[in-house]
């Protein structure tokens, strides 16, 4: 059964032996500043999964993904610095308010058609933003928090954590993607009508889905605030949303996996890019607009399909002898 | 109680000026199969929606097995048993056949296990087996429709509620779906409600029709009676006599 099905194997163990590489990439190539570039792009990777499985599934697209993030890496930084907690408390603390920040957002926007939801989400994280500098005593203002503690202390130890959560936060989105709740969601991408007419509460799984989304968008705040050991107002910027978007875009859109390549990719295209100078941004910009214009279903996800076309073909030319591990896979 | 299974009293719904249902009452008993005739803008569809939930009635009572559903949400009224489906198909863009039909089968409604298995008997029941991994937005108007009856039965209907099923087919297709809609009659003991204005396979089909022009209903009995009842010849085909009905 396709529809219902567990997740293909083949894929699973591309994106675990994607994962080693990149676990190891920095032992082989060495350099503090690959663990960095790195590390930011593993965080990017959360963000662009947990978006794409509420907004890629769905189609309703979250323009304000950064007020989650905000929100996350702002509990860590209050709980750690003003309360005095351990920096693991950043981790639960961060999903659970982020959790309720998208049930607070979800009930009333989650109702609205059309464009009305993307500009309620923007609007949501403009206004974050401003509160942070209204409740400058509680949040530090324009300055934000400094002296998070890190989680871990070793730069490569923490970067392994990092590449350690993406793993499951993909593996969890993609098995939700798969089960009858990606299934749903993808039929409210399709037809909001016919699902009411299949009987299916459809504000109460999207609401649902905006808080898993939420969650996971606020844990990487978390990590992030603890990679940078400040938090700022600038994190809630609606630009950090658009990238977010972009890099799932040029990933596949409701691919899940396809997002968590299109944030490596655009995060080491950027690095990559920083011989160029002041070139750097143009072409940057051109790249994205060609690739953006000339493939519309991303570059990673449609890349990885062709990959996997060509090695179940192979393996079905070899699998022939073997009937029963046919049957039993796909079973 | 009342020993209907479908009784509308007194529905009336306004759309700014237009009275679209004009004090209709509406009674549809277990097992039957009824037709709603009307010419176009006759506020057949605007009924559909008023019983199923996606429009709430400005006044009326709607019981469904003897209790209100009025107000309810679509999904409750779909999960309570009656489902419909769509004058313009509008199957799950970007999902294929059979999981169109096994997101019908998610409601609470359907405890099987084996939803695949039983969309594939679901599918095969409508005439869709083969194509059960197709693309939905590559199938024929036809296949379409046979797709929007499978998915209104994975809900696992008492009610079924069909808004012109014979719109924009052609005669053989007409004649197929026609008959799938009197085997799920009798195999399934189906209680049906349709709407259409394709009067030949509609009468053969139907064993009661209620006839709306206006918003109102002007005409109920059986298909004898209704094609040559003065008021529905007037309303609805003109001046053509009723021999040229039958």
Not at chain 1, 63 to 89: C, E, K, R, T
Not at chain 1, 233 to 259: E, H, R
Not at chain 1, 277 to 306: C, D, H, Q, T
Not at chain 2, 117 to 144: C, W
Request: with cysteine.
């Amino acid at each position: 059964m396709a529809a219902l099905g567990s997740l293909d194997k083949l894929s699973s163990t591309a994106g675990l032996v994607s994962l080693c590489l990149l676990a190891v990439l920095p032992v082989l190539v060495g350099g503090s500043y690959l663990v960095g570039v790195l590390t930011v792009a593993a965080i990017y990777g959360i963000w662009a999964v947990s978006w794409d499985f509420m907004s890629g599934l769905t189609g309703r697209e979250n323009f304000g993904h950064s007020l989650f993030i905000g929100v996350g890496a702002y509990a860590a930084g209050f709980l750690n610095v003003q309360m005095g907690l351990g920096p693991w408390w950043s981790l639960p603390a961060s999903m659970v308010l982020a959790s309720f920040f998208g049930l607070l957002l979800g009930f009333p926007t989650l109702r609205l058609k059309g464009p009305y939801f993307a500009l309620a989400m923007l609007s949501a994280a403009v206004i974050m933003q401003r509160l942070m500098l209204i409740f400058w005593e509680y949040t530090g203002g324009e300055e934000g928090i400094q002296d998070i503690t890190p989680l871990i202390k070793n730069h490569l130890h923490y970067y392994w954590f990092v590449l350690c959560v993406l793993g499951l936060t993909t593996w969890l989105f993609a098995w939700l993607a798969r089960s009858r709740w990606g299934l749903i969601l993808r039929a409210i991408k399709g037809d909001e009508a016919t699902c009411m007419a299949a009987g299916l509460p459809i504000t109460t799984y999207k609401i649902i889905s905006l808080i898993i989304s939420a969650a996971f968008a606020g844990l990487g705040g978390a990590l992030y605030a603890h990679y940078q050991l400040q938090v700022s107002p600038q994190l809630f910027a609606v630009v950090t949303s658009i990238t977010i978007i972009t890099m799932v875009y040029v990933g596949g859109i409701g691919t899940i996996f396809g997002p968590v390549g299109g944030a490596l990719l655009l995060t080491l295209m950027t690095e990559g890019l920083r011989n160029f100078g002041e070139w750097r941004l143009m072409i940057y910009s051109v790249l994205l607009i060609l690739i953006l214009f000339y493939l519309p279903n991303g570059v990673v996800a449609p890349i990885w399909k062709k990959i996997r076309a060509m090695l179940t073909s192979s393996v079905q030319g070899t699998g022939a002898q073997r009937p029963t591990d046919k049957a039993t896979g796909e079973a | 109680m009342s020993d209907y299974l479908l009784d509308v009293k007194q529905i009336n719904k306004r759309f700014g000026g237009l009275h679209a249902v004009r004090d209709v009452n509406l009674q549809v008993r277990r097992g039957e199969i009824v037709g709603i005739l009307g010419p176009n803008g006759a506020g057949k569809t605007t009924l559909f929606n008023l019983l199923t939930g996606f429009i709430p009635p400005d006044e009326g009572t709607v019981n469904f097995q003897g209790r209100s559903i009025r107000g309810l949400k679509p999904h409750k009224i779909v999960n309570l048993g009656v489902a419909r489906t769509f004058q313009l198909c509008r199957p799950f863009v970007g999902m294929s056949v059979i999981e169109n039909v096994l997101v019908g089968s998610l409601g609470p409604r359907v405890s099987d296990v084996d939803l695949g298995a039983r969309a594939m008997h679901l599918l095969s029941e409508v005439g869709l087996a083969e194509k059960a991994d197709t693309p939905s937005e590559l199938l024929s108007y036809g296949d379409l429709r046979r797709l929007e009856i499978a998915r209104a039965l994975a809900t696992d209907p008492e009610l079924l509620l069909l808004d012109e099923p014979f719109a924009g087919l052609g005669s053989a297709e007409i004649e197929s779906i026609s008959a799938l809609i009197r085997k799920l009659h009798a195999e399934k003991n189906l209680t049906i409600l349709l709407i259409e204005h394709k009067l030949r396979e509609f009468m053969q089909l139907v064993s009661r029709v209620v006839a709306l022009d206006f918003g109102e209903v002007i005409a109920e009995g059986v298909p004898a009676e209704i094609v040559s009842h003065p008021r529905v010849i007037e309303a609805y085909i003109g001046k053509q006599t009723p021999e040229a009905l039958a």
